[in-house]
């Protein structure tokens, strides 16, 4: 599902990364809903950042926080971990663009 929503994880539909993974955007088909998908680097000890994350993220209801659809842990293709979280996607763009517009314009 992960896989189709993203079409195969693209990087056209790459928003960005960091230290402990990539996030896609993707739209699941039933609902044609957007979303983006938290895919965690397990090489780089995202394990213990997915399991905090889940935990902050299940109880939690605010307005200004992004609402946590779901979370994936499987095993892929090649037999590896595959670990992700599935947010609901906001279109404004990321945080880190609207507190630091300046740095964001040179990236």
Same mark, same amino acid.
């Given at each position: 599902?992960?896989?189709?929503?993203?079409? #195969?994880?693209?990087?056209?539909?790459?928003?960005?990364? #960091?230290?402990?993974?990539?996030?896609? @955007?993707?739209?699941?088909?039933?609902?044609?809903?957007?979303?983006?998908?938290?895919?965690?680097?397990?090489?780089?000890?995202?394990? @213990?950042?997915?399991?905090?994350?889940?935990?902050?993220? @299940? #109880?939690?209801?605010?307005?200004?926080?992004?609402?946590?659809?779901?979370?994936?842990?499987?095993?892929?293709?090649?037999?590896?971990?595959?670990?992700?979280?599935?947010?609901?996607?906001?279109?404004?763009?990321?945080?880190? @663009?609207?507190?630091?517009?300046?740095?964001?314009?040179?990236?």
């Amino acid at each position: 599902m992960l896989l189709q929503a993203t079409a #195969g994880f693209s990087s056209k539909n790459l928003i960005g990364s #960091g230290s402990f993974g990539s996030v896609y @955007k993707g739209t699941l088909d039933q609902e044609e809903r957007l979303v983006a998908v938290k895919v965690l680097n397990l090489q780089k000890g995202a394990s @213990k950042s997915f399991l905090a994350e889940c935990n902050a993220l @299940k #109880g939690i209801r605010h307005q200004n926080l992004v609402k946590l659809f779901t979370r994936c842990s499987s095993t892929d293709y090649n037999g590896n971990n595959f670990k992700a979280l599935v947010f609901e996607f906001l279109t404004n763009g990321s945080l880190e @663009k609207w507190l630091h517009p300046e740095e964001s314009e040179n990236h």
